[in-house]
C-alpha cells in the first residue's frame, strides 16, 4: 500500500477542519468539527490598564484587535490579588461579537476598596467557555475614599479640610498659580488660615504618603 498523503486547511471562523487525502489514487474529503476552545476568541491590541480618577474612582481601558464569539469581559476585582470577585460586566461591541477591528472599552469604580485595588478580566464567550486577563493593582488610600472636602466656601478667615490622611502634605495656591501656604495635616478637620489672602479663587492641593494627591477650590471673600 501506498502511504496516505494529504493536506489539511482551516477555516477558524467556521470552526471546521477539511481533510483531503489520497490512497493508492483514492482521494476522500472529510470535516471535522473544531471546538471553540481551540481558537483565540480574542486577540487585545491594548491590555487591561487602570488609573485613579479625581482621586475618588478607576478607571479601566483595554482594547481589542480581533473578537471571535465573544460575549462580554466581566470586571472582577480583589483586595490580595489571589481572591476575585466579579463587580460588573461589559458587553462586547462587536456585532454578533465577531469583529476584526480594533475596538476600545472602558470602566469605571466608582466604589474601590480602601487600600490596594487588584483588576481583572475576565473574558467570556458566547458558549459560556471563559479567559483571563492580565492583572493590573492601583493604590487608594482611605482618606481619599472619604471623600475630603473643604468648607466654609467662601471662606473670610480660616477653611477647614476634612478625612484627609495624618501626615499629607498640603498647598494653597493662588489663581494665578502662586503657592501662598504649606503645611502639614495634623487632624482628621485641619485649620487652614486664609485672612491674609486676597479676595479670590484658591486652590487647596493636598497629597498623602502614599503620594495620592487631590485638589480642592474654595472662594475668599
Known amino acids: 500500500a501506498s502511504p496516505v498523503s ?3 486547511t482551516a477555516n477558524v471562523a467556521q470552526e471546521t477542519i477539511t481533510v483531503t487525502a489520497n490512497n493508492n489514487g483514492c482521494t476522500t474529503t472529510n470535516t471535522y468539527y473544531v471546538p471553540l476552545a481551540w481558537t483565540l476568541p480574542i486577540f487585545y491590541s491594548n491590555s487591561l490598564s487602570a488609573l485613579i480618577e479625581n482621586g475618588k474612582g478607576v478607571e479601566l481601558s483595554w482594547g481589542t484587535a480581533q473578537e471571535i464569539n465573544n460575549k462580554a469581559f466581566e470586571i472582577q476585582r480583589s483586595s490580595d490579588g489571589l481572591t476575585f470577585s466579579t463587580i460588573s460586566a461589559v458587553n462586547s461591541k462587536a456585532m454578533n461579537g465577531n469583529s476584526t477591528s480594533p475596538i476600545s472599552y472602558t470602566y469605571y469604580d ?4 480602601t487600600g490596594t485595588n487588584y483588576y481583572r478580566l475576565n473574558q467570556v464567550d458566547l458558549d459560556g467557555t471563559s479567559t483571563l486577563s492580565n492583572v493590573v493593582s492601583v493604590y487608594l488610600s482611605s482618606s481619599i475614599l472619604l471623600s475630603s472636602q473643604i468648607y466654609p466656601n467662601p471662606a473670610t478667615s480660616y477653611v477647614v479640610l476634612t478625612n484627609a490622611q495624618s501626615g499629607s502634605s498640603y498647598k494653597v495656591v493662588s489663581g494665578g498659580g502662586q503657592v501662598v501656604t504649606t503645611g502639614i495635616v495634623t487632624s482628621s478637620a485641619q485649620n487652614i488660615p486664609v485672612g491674609n489672602l486676597l479676595p479670590g479663587m484658591y486652590l487647596v492641593r ?16
Open 6 to 8: 494529504g493536506s489539511a
Open 110 to 113: 466608582s466604589l474601590p476598596l
Open 206 to 221: 493636598f497629597t498623602d504618603v502614599h503620594k495620592t494627591s487631590k485638589t480642592l477650590m474654595f472662594l475668599k471673600k
